[in-house]
């Protein structure tokens, strides 16, 4: 089997396997282990050694498909509201990165929470990522139509009102991590974190 079949099959695999988990909110059992295997072995046929350099690739809006991080996937614990779509949308530009979380619920209560962040390459790799403001309210308020266009209102808004939403600057002394991308395709990302965990994601058209 040549080298790009074997990537496709692990990679169909592994989109498999966390098809119908929810980000990682339904994963039980034995399954997590199966799924970091199948992690494992698609970051080994990874065809981008240095992705921080392949910024065409890198740079987009992309979708979370499965993650360990129990920081986001507790989210879905608010009340009245269950965790929709979550974004990463990279900036290479500008060095930047975009985390939005979708929340939807009752008639009229969709939120979202929103973080920014500064990335500082360390490595063709590794980035430090040093966290700047964060951003979250009712949808309708804010007048929220998808996670590209919000990202231009951040971007020509230095404060939102407070009868729109919680528009909160972060000390990046105190909030800061790292993360190393693994694996990058047209379509597919993987990420690992600095407290251990693991993110796959989708590129948007």
């Known amino acids: 089997m040549l080298e790009g079949d074997v990537t496709t099959v692990t990679k ?5 396997a966390i098809a119908d988990k929810n980000r990682g909110l339904l ?62 949308c990279v900036r290479t530009a500008e060095a930047k990165v975009y985390n939005i979380a979708e929340l939807s619920g009752i008639p009229f209560l969709a939120g979202f929470v929103s973080v920014a962040a ?6 063709n790799q590794r980035v430090n990522v040093k966290f700047e403001r964060t951003v979250f309210g009712l949808q309708r308020l804010m007048g929220y ?26 000390n990046s002394g105190e909030r800061r991590g790292w993360i190393e991308i693994t694996y990058l395709d047209q379509d597919m990302r993987i990420a690992r974190g600095n407290q251990g965990n693991v993110f796959v994601l989708t590129k948007q058209s």
């Open 27 to 88: 994963v039980g059992g034995n399954e997590q282990k199966t799924i970091l295997a199948a992690i494992e072995q698609l970051e080994k046929l990874n065809p981008t050694p240095q992705p921080l350099k392949a910024t065409k690739l890198l740079e987009g809006d992309w979708r979370l498909l499965y993650t360990t991080s129990q920081d986001l996937l507790r989210i879905d614990q608010f009340p009245m509201l269950k965790l929709g779509a979550i974004y990463q």
């Open 12 to 16: 169909t695999a592994l989109q498999a």
């Open 145 to 170: 139509q998808s996670a590209s266009e919000f990202i231009q209102q951040l971007q020509t808004c230095q404060q939102f009102s407070w009868l729109k939403g919680i528009d909160l600057r972060i």
């Open 118 to 123: 500064q990335l500082e390459p360390v490595s």
